[in-house]
């Protein structure tokens, strides 16, 4: 390109080439302090609060979904017959409270005659109940298989047959006793 071509692209434009007022550079850096100053005390608070936000929300995520796998006796302390459905929740139900009604007749029946066989019956039902324990653990690992749900169903029955059977034996031991003493009277 020539020099004169390059003149030319200049000719038509108009520069302002007047010089600004006087006092005009600290007008502008005033501006410019009052400007900056406030948002950078306030942008360095919410640069702040947004990794921190990012960061809890990346840890919630990570309980939520990963939570099961790391914790996963929180669900095994819910997890019983009553969680698999209504059926079952109706049935674990029945069978907790026929055993606590046949509990409640054993604590009554309790004597110094009947005092060892109660004792021996709690020591079973305790028994029981840690089996019970390990049961519900295994409905969660199994994935609700439906033999842990008949093992924790006859669990239930094998506490109810071995009250009622303690609850025989009283009744003979009573009858027993009562015979005895009739036969002494007379």
Do not use: C
Not at 78 to 107: C, H, W
Not at 165 to 179: A, M, P, R, S, Y
């Amino acid at each position: 390109m020539k020099n004169n071509d390059f003149d030319s692209l200049f000719e038509d434009l108009n520069f302002d080439i007047e010089e600004p007022h006087t006092g005009h550079k600290e007008r502008f850096f005033k501006k410019l302090d009052d400007k900056f100053e406030a948002p950078t005390q306030k942008g360095k608070v919410r640069s702040l609060w947004g990794p921190i936000l990012g960061i809890a929300a990346s840890f919630l995520l990570a309980f939520f979904l990963l939570g099961e796998f790391v914790i996963p006796n929180s669900s095994a302390k819910g997890s019983d017959l009553a969680s698999i459905s209504p059926e079952m929740k109706q049935t674990q139900e029945f069978y907790t409270s026929v055993i606590r009604k046949e509990l409640n007749a054993l604590n009554a029946e309790k004597s110094p005659e009947t005092e060892a066989i109660i004792n021996d019956a709690l020591i079973q039902m305790e028994k029981l109940e840690k089996n019970y324990e390990s049961l519900k653990e295994d409905l969660v690992t199994s994935g609700k298989d439906n033999r842990v749900i008949y093992a924790m169903i006859q669990n239930f029955q094998q506490r109810i047959d071995l009250l009622n059977n303690v609850l025989t034996q009283i009744e003979n031991i009573k009858t027993l006793k009562n015979q005895n003493h009739e036969d002494n009277i007379i």
